[in-house]
Nanobody, 128 residues
Framework: VQLQASGGGLVQAGDSQRLSCAASGFTFTNAHMGWFRQAPGKEREFVGAITRSSWATFYGDSVKGRFTISRNNAKNTVVLQMDSLRPEDTAVYYC??????????????????????WGQGTQVTVSS
């Protein structure tokens, strides 16, 4: 199993950035996909998630309205489009895959323990 995130780097506040995650080694269409981030000294934070067939997306409160998640099941990729970036968005961003079934995807996909597979992370730095 491999989740390869790319697209991180240094940007200015107010800029946009696009992260991609390429998945392999499992059946992508069976997995919900999520993005998390972790800043130095802080706990891993839920950024957003998209369900298997893209019927729903969920976002953390701090990014709602600024970030958008999409997926391409034909290419086994998931994208995190980040707009109106702020210095507090600086973190290592991780993509993750969940093969669990949930009574409530909205609640279940917010928890890191719901995800079986994790990528290596990509650094996003937003300067003021």
């Amino acid at each position: 199993v491999q989740l390869q995130a790319s697209g991180g780097g240094l940007v200015q506040a107010g800029d946009s950035q696009r992260l991609s995650c390429a998945a392999s080694g499992f059946t992508f269409t069976n997995a919900h996909m999520g993005w998390f981030r972790q800043a130095p000294g802080k706990e891993r934070e839920f950024v957003g998630a998209i369900t298997r067939s893209s019927w729903a997306t969920f976002y953390g409160d701090s990014v709602k309205g600024r970030f958008t998640i999409s997926r391409n099941n034909a290419k086994n990729t998931v994208v995190l489009q980040m707009d109106s970036l702020r210095p507090e968005d600086t973190a290592v961003y991780y993509c993750a895959a969940s093969i669990k079934s949930f009574t409530s995807e909205r609640l279940g996909l917010r928890a890191p323990e719901s995800y079986a597979y994790w990528g290596q992370g990509t650094q996003v730095t937003v300067s003021s």
